[in-house]
């Protein structure tokens, strides 16, 4: 199973531990990639929120918990993603300088999530210069880069300390349980019954 | 472009070296003799067609993987195949317009726009055999039959039949009424196995048609599914129920035949939603991410071509059956002869390469290293002697 490190991570290890599944060693003191589980069949390995929904398209790994986000900006074609874990939740969002008015017809937009972003401008008949960012979204409308931003958003104190007021919802987000296509088949039961205990549990923690 | 990059192919695209090569040609052989065996007898259609018939409506996916240009004698948008099935609709509907069933087979290069998953090749060489003129289940049956031959004759024997049938998700669908947009939105929350999006897309709707398309999700795994699928729909969609019916007698019918073989049932896979109209299956090895070989039956495909016929049929990709074979080493075996005119020499060789040896002249240096054997001349006859390599 791979697993998105960061703030996900810990709030997916008490979920995994009330499902029965416990690393046998600290993920967070190690340096080590792969981790064996109290149960033989299932490895964990720690990556990137963007090579998860990778590692378990190819089957290299079977299954993934992965950001919301990351699904839609990717696409989540040959995967399965059957089950909401309530974990990691924030909203993606537009975002702009406080009192900020569209003129014309176009909009620059800062983000991380291109497609997104791209979609949902679209959607609102509106022309969107995408530019790609990598981080800190709140610098290009200061620096008179974009015009709004669309980023993940938690609490908002990060827009508010840069004069900025988050604008539209784009999606509520939380972190996904995804299944490799090929893998739910040749291990149904053993998959089947992991999703059962995972979904008996969300919620709890 | 600096030479340095010359060598470079696009990516997806790859060329199959001699051990590979061997394999791919040798498997492309099995395969047809196996069609042949089963009576599909085998057509060549062209590299290119007209888009119009070659985009016929199996799938709009279809329509983006394919390469077009313009046709500079008729000025008609040519499309290069990304998929030879329409090809071999448009010979059994046109072409060949027979009445009874008929039954093809065919192997050839596809070239993609894009692959068609990650590591996909955009040239795959598409293998496959299609049965035209019946609607029944034996059609199908004998189809899939044939589907899992071809991964017998590739050596898979460890692998999953995926079955599924469209008319079940059909009938629910008929039955829940949704509107375009919304309709959209749950096929691909379906194809997901997203219950949270699929909730959220029908949050508004009745509770016993949620509970319906809800109940989808749940429909996948052995056989047990089916009787679930029964409880489901029995009351509220008994339209769905022909479709499981057929599921289970193909089920038993292959089960007759391969007792030990793992049938996963998906009521819910919407692989070729809208051009498949009834069965649809695939075939899943281990440690291969993707189905190997898939199909289903799509009647009436033919009708553009004023005949409509009951179709069904599955492919596979011989490039990707290669890369479950690890092949490195050459082939040896071979016989090295110098290169003499010596009619005596030049009658033995031929005598050899009759009889399946490969024969390498020695030109200019030392034989050629896959031979282990040599011919030599002893007393005027030409012996067959062991090489030291």
């Not at chain 1, 979920?15 to 792969?34: F, V």
């Not at chain 2, 599914?225 to 009351?235: P, Q």
Request: net charge negative.
């Amino acid at each position: 199973m791979a697993l998105t490190k960061g703030r996900i991570l810990k709030e997916t290890l008490p979920l995994l531990a009330r499902a029965g599944i416990e690393p046998l060693e600290d993920i967070a003191k190690s340096r080590k990639l792969i981790f064996a589980t109290n149960h033989d069949a299932l490895q964990l390995v720690v990556i990137r929120g963007t090579d998860v929904p990778t590692y378990v398209r190819h089957g290299a790994a079977e299954l993934g918990v992965v950001g919301k986000d990351i699904l839609l900006e990717h696409g989540a074609e040959g995967l399965y993603e059957p089950l909401d874990l309530g974990i990691a939740r924030c909203r993606l969002m537009t975002a702009g300088p406080v009192g900020w008015q569209a003129r014309g017809s176009r909009v620059r937009v800062a983000t991380k999530f291109a497609n997104i972003a791209r979609r949902h401008f679209a959607a609102q008949g509106v022309h969107a210069d995408v530019i790609k960012l990598y981080g800190a979204m709140e610098l290009a409308p200061m620096m008179n880069l974009a015009d709004l931003i669309v980023d993940i958003v938690d609490t908002g104190n990060t827009l508010r300390a840069n004069g900025m007021a988050p604008l539209a919802e784009i999606a509520s987000i939380s972190s996904r349980l995804i299944v490799n296509k090929a893998a739910m088949r040749s291990h149904y039961a053993h998959i089947q019954g992991l999703i059962d205990s995972l979904s008996a549990v969300v919620g709890e923690v | 472009m600096a030479t340095v990059d010359r060598w470079q192919l696009p990516d997806g695209v790859e060329e199959v070296l001699p051990a590979q090569a061997l394999v791919v040609e040798r498997l492309r052989r099995q395969l047809l003799d196996l069609y042949r065996s089963w009576g599909y007898q085998l057509v060549i259609p062209p590299l290119m067609e007209f888009t119009e018939s070659l985009l016929i409506g199996l799938g709009s996916d279809l329509d983006l993987l394919t390469f077009r240009m313009t046709d500079q004698l008729s000025g008609r948008t040519l499309g290069i195949r990304a998929d030879i099935t329409p090809q071999v609709a448009r010979i059994d509907a046109h072409s060949l317009a027979e009445t009874g069933i008929t039954r093809l087979c065919y192997a050839g290069s596809t070239l993609h726009t894009r692959p068609q998953s990650l590591l996909a090749s955009r040239s795959p060489i598409q293998v496959g055999a299609e049965l035209y003129g019946d609607d029944t289940l034996a059609a199908d049956v004998e189809v899939i039959r044939l589907m899992l031959a071809t991964l017998d004759t590739v050596g898979m024997h460890e692998m999953t039949l995926d079955l599924g049938h469209v008319g079940v998700y059909e009938a629910v669908l008929a039955n829940a009424g949704l509107d375009g947009e919304r309709e959209a939105t749950v096929f691909d929350a379906l194809q997901r196995k997203s219950r949270p999006d699929l909730e959220l897309a029908l949050a508004d709707m009745d509770p016993a048609i949620i509970r319906l398309i809800t109940g989808l999700l749940d429909l996948h795994g052995d056989e047990s599914v089916l009787d679930g699928a029964r409880a489901t729909f029995a009351e509220a969609v008994p339209e769905a129920l022909a479709a499981v019916d057929a599921l289970q007698q193909v089920a038993a019918a292959i089960r007759r035949l391969r007792p030990g073989l793992t049938i996963y049932f998906d009521l819910a896979e919407l692989r070729g939603y809208h051009y498949h109209t009834g069965i649809v299956f695939a075939a899943y090895v281990p440690d291969h991410g993707q189905a190997l070989a898939n199909g289903g039956r799509y009647n009436n495909v033919g009708k553009v071509f004023s005949r409509a016929r009951p179709a069904t049929g599955f492919a596979t990709d011989l490039k990707a059956l290669m890369t479950l074979f690890s092949v490195t080493q050459i082939e040896r075996g071979a016989i090295s002869a110098p290169d003499l005119d010596t009619p005596g020499l030049v009658a033995r060789v031929g005598e050899l390469r009759a009889a399946g040896e490969v024969v390498i002249s020695c030109l200019s240096g030392s034989p050629d290293p896959r031979c282990d054997r040599q011919l030599v001349e002893v007393d005027n006859e030409w012996l067959l002697q062991p090489l030291q390599s």
